[in-house]
């Protein structure tokens, strides 16, 4: 073979470079091209996910609107038996408090019995027998939240009991409600 002229060994050079670039050119490409296609199936299972979940919501939304109901002018109004059981606990709870301050050494079931009593003599309904809430359950709910709270140190009936006559009524009937 003759020796290479310098102006082929340019030309075999030049050729060479071009064939480095469209390699490189191409390597970039095809990783594009690569990362396209993953992001495309990526995408795609992203975007079946959000058509599975919002064909659920939809079908949601359309259960609910032909349930009816939903939001009413009386939207955050307490129902009418939480009013009744109101008008019976709240006057009755003052006076509970004024026997309590007279009896301070009252048992649970003598506090209760008198709540009970107070809550009868306040009820609204005329001819029912019974108050809407049992004035223990209330007085046991009070005490465990008192306590729950950190207000009081223990759970039992005394140290309520004296909790509530060390506050004052006004701080002790707002803690019950």
């Known amino acids: 073979m003759p020796p290479l002229t310098p102006e082929e060994v340019y030309q075999r050079n030049a050729i060479e470079a ?11 490409v095809r990783g594009q091209q690569d990362a396209a296609a993953s992001a495309s199936r990526h995408f ?4 079946q996910a959000l058509q599975v979940e919002r064909a659920g ?3 949601e939304l ?5 349930g009816g109901g939903g939001l009413t002018d009386d939207w955050g109004k307490y129902s009418a038996l ?9 006057p009755a709870k003052s006076a509970a408090y004024d ?4 009896h301070p050494t009252a048992t649970f079931l003598e506090a209760a ?11 609204t309904a005329a001819g029912r027998p019974w108050t809407l809430l049992r004035a223990d359950g209330l007085l046991r709910e009070w005490q465990a939240n008192a ?4 207000l009081v140190p223990g759970t039992t009936w005394e140290v309520f009991r004296d909790y509530l006559l060390a506050i004052g009524k006004d701080a002790a009937l707002g803690g019950m409600v």
């Open 62 to 66: 359309q259960v609910l609107q032909a």
């Open 44 to 47: 795609a299972a992203v975007g």
């Open 82 to 90: 939480e009013l009744a059981a109101q008008e019976e606990r709240y």
């Open 113 to 123: 019995g008198e709540f009970e009593r107070l809550m009868l003599e306040a009820r």
């Open 57 to 59: 919501l939809e079908g």
């Open 99 to 102: 026997w309590l301050v007279a």
């Open 18 to 28: 071009r064939r480095r670039d469209v390699t490189c050119q191409l390597a970039r």
């Open 147 to 150: 306590f729950a709270r950190g």
